[in-house]
């Protein structure tokens, strides 16, 4: 099973958003991310960078 730990950038700071994610679905300017146990997360932002092998996704998100 392929499971990945998402990050969220933001100017030079970089932060888990959520672990154990399942599903990414990129909605206009949001991703919403699923983990395994169904909990749900909507960032906005968009996906810059992805690893499979490494179980890594980052988003870049707009600074506040």
Do not use: Q
């Amino acid at each position: 099973m392929c499971l990945a730990t998402v990050y969220k950038t933001m100017k030079d700071t970089e932060e888990v958003v959520l672990k154990n994610v399942s599903k990414i679905y990129v909605e206009g300017d949001s991703v919403r991310l699923i983990d395994i146990m169904g909990a749900e997360v909507v960032v906005e932002g968009a996906i810059s960078f992805v690893d499979l092998t490494g179980s890594v996704v980052k988003l870049n998100c707009p600074s506040v």
